[in-house]
């Protein structure tokens, strides 16, 4: 059962108000920026489950963070009982040669207001806010600029850090998918040695001027235009770190 007053709470957020755009991106923001980006059960051989109440309880009771498939889909979850018109879609990740991933190889969140809206808190280093799917034009960000180009009704999603190169991200349709659909590529990501998220272990939450991620066996911390690496050399070091910048008491967890 989803309970939102424990929820807004997990992502600082005391009370809501009116339905519109402003709470939109604070929603957004606030999410983003207390619920961190991690794949940590896949090194801890804990099965990622999609039930939608032991993602809950995970992520808010647990103080955990997760994934795409977990955070978006709760984050959905959250919108829709608030008020907000709001489904998931697939996506496809741009991968490094060049390619796009298959079809749920990622998942992202719509919103219908008087314009239609892309959310994404679970991708693990991108807008802070929504960005108006119907603006072609490039959209500033915290810390970068965001371009949606709409052909033949499949959107691509480019990122840029100096506003003139963009990288694309991903591609999608704005086809309203259920959690179900996502199973097989949670599953893949989870078990495949071929997986990002087999070969790396991940943890980033960003700030008001940056972001601090632990990645393998570093700590890595951006703040403005510095960035600092730490080499962590013990197990007890990293959940030491677990717990000073995410709030992850790993003894606590499932």
């Known amino acids: 059962m989803m309970n939102t007053t424990c929820y807004l709470k997990r992502i600082g957020i005391e009370t809501v108000t009116t339905l519109d755009e402003v709470l939109l991106k604070k929603l957004h923001r606030q999410h983003v920026r207390s619920i961190p980006f991690e794949n940590l059960d896949i090194a801890w051989k804990r099965p990622i489950s ?90 500033k960000d915290q810390f970068k600029t965001y371009q949606l180009v709409e052909e033949n009704e499949n959107y691509t999603l480019s990122e840029s850090k100096d506003g003139v190169n963009f990288q694309t991200r991903y591609t999608f349709k704005t086809i309203p998918r259920k959690i179900a659909d996502f199973d097989d590529q949670c599953y893949w990501k989870q078990y495949s040695p071929d997986s990002y998220f087999v070969k790396n272990r991940v943890c980033t939450l960003p700030h008001s001027n940056g972001r601090t991620t632990l990645f393998n066996d570093k700590l890595i911390q951006r703040r403005d235009r510095e960035r600092e690496e730490i080499i962590i050399d013990s197990a007890s070091q990293y959940d030491s770190m677990l717990q000073r910048y995410f709030g992850i008491d790993r003894s606590r967890s499932r």
């Open 50 to 139: 999609l039930d939608p109440e032991a993602i809950f309880t995970k992520i808010i009771h647990e103080k955990r963070g997760g994934f795409c498939y977990e955070l978006n889909s709760l984050f959905c979850w959250l919108l829709q009982e608030l008020g907000f018109r709001s489904y998931l879609i697939s996506c496809s990740i741009m991968t490094d040669e060049g390619s796009f991933g298959p079809l749920f190889d990622h998942m992202a969140i719509i919103v219908e207001m008087e314009d239609l809206w892309l959310l994404d808190v679970g991708y693990g280093d991108l807008f802070i806010e929504p960005l108006l799917l119907t603006n072609p034009n490039p959209q």
